[in-house]
């Protein structure tokens, strides 16, 4: 599939397809819930921003250098919207890309994120040929890191008050794949 072409991904149990005008309710409803926003740069959304984020995301195509794409994740049994992966392929080094996930509690500790999240991967080592690709977190953020090794990537920094965040200095890790090691690592 050509990126320009995109339409959708496929997983067992997900369909990453644009965000749709009607996804605004379950969008506003998981991007307003605490937990979920406690280590976002974000803390809530209103009608009013939602509704120009998904009428952006839904023109946008994912693989543009410098704009975060969100792939939002449909679930196939019953069509409600669980949440979001997002995938940056980064300006200055277009073969770097960077990757985020959000679901909503609902669709947590089922591993729909790390589902998503592989076929994030898969489409931009395939698809956009990407090189590498990142992913960071506040470290007191386990269930994202440990979302990040699910997928098989490795830890290369600690980030000592990486990030003024939320009123106060906080830690960031970094973890990566290389796309030569991603075949052997997803299915390991
Ligand atoms: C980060 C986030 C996406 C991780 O979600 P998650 O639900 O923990 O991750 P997964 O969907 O992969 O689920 C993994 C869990 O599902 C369980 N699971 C259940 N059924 C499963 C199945 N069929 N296949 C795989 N795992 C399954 C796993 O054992 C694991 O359990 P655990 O949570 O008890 O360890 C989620 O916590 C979130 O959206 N947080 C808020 C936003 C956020 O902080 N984003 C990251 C910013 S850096």
């Given at each position: 599939m050509s990126p320009r072409t995109f339409i959708n991904l496929d997983t067992p149990r997900l369909i990453l397809r644009r965000f749709r005008e009607t996804d605004l309710t379950s969008f506003m409803e998981y991007r307003n819930n605490r937990e979920v926003a406690r280590y976002q740069s974000w803390e809530s959304i209103s009608r009013v921003e939602a509704t120009k984020f998904i009428a952006q995301q839904s023109r946008h195509r994912p693989g543009i250098p410098g704009k975060w794409f969100q792939f939002a994740a449909e679930v196939k049994a019953g069509g409600a919207l669980a949440g979001d992966c997002a995938l940056l392929v980064i300006r200055t080094t277009p073969r770097i890309g960077e990757i985020g996930y959000t679901f909503a509690p609902a669709y947590q500790h089922s591993g729909l994120a790390t589902e998503a999240a592989r076929a994030v991967i898969d489409f931009a080592f395939g698809s956009l040929e990407l090189n590498r690709i990142i992913a960071t977190t506040d470290c007191r953020n386990a269930p994202s890191f440990a979302l990040m090794e699910r997928l098989g990537?490795?830890?290369?920094g600690h980030f000592v008050h990486n990030a003024w965040f939320k009123g106060e200095w906080c830690d960031e890790y970094q973890y990566s794949v290389l796309r030569e090691d991603w075949t052997r690592v997803r299915l390991a």
């Amino acid at each position: 599939m050509s990126p320009r072409t995109f339409i959708n991904l496929d997983t067992p149990r997900l369909i990453l397809r644009r965000f749709r005008e009607t996804d605004l309710t379950s969008f506003m409803e998981y991007r307003n819930n605490r937990e979920v926003a406690r280590y976002q740069s974000w803390e809530s959304i209103s009608r009013v921003e939602a509704t120009k984020f998904i009428a952006q995301q839904s023109r946008h195509r994912p693989g543009i250098p410098g704009k975060w794409f969100q792939f939002a994740a449909e679930v196939k049994a019953g069509g409600a919207l669980a949440g979001d992966c997002a995938l940056l392929v980064i300006r200055t080094t277009p073969r770097i890309g960077e990757i985020g996930y959000t679901f909503a509690p609902a669709y947590q500790h089922s591993g729909l994120a790390t589902e998503a999240a592989r076929a994030v991967i898969d489409f931009a080592f395939g698809s956009l040929e990407l090189n590498r690709i990142i992913a960071t977190t506040d470290c007191r953020n386990a269930p994202s890191f440990a979302l990040m090794e699910r997928l098989g990537m490795r830890r290369e920094g600690h980030f000592v008050h990486n990030a003024w965040f939320k009123g106060e200095w906080c830690d960031e890790y970094q973890y990566s794949v290389l796309r030569e090691d991603w075949t052997r690592v997803r299915l390991a």
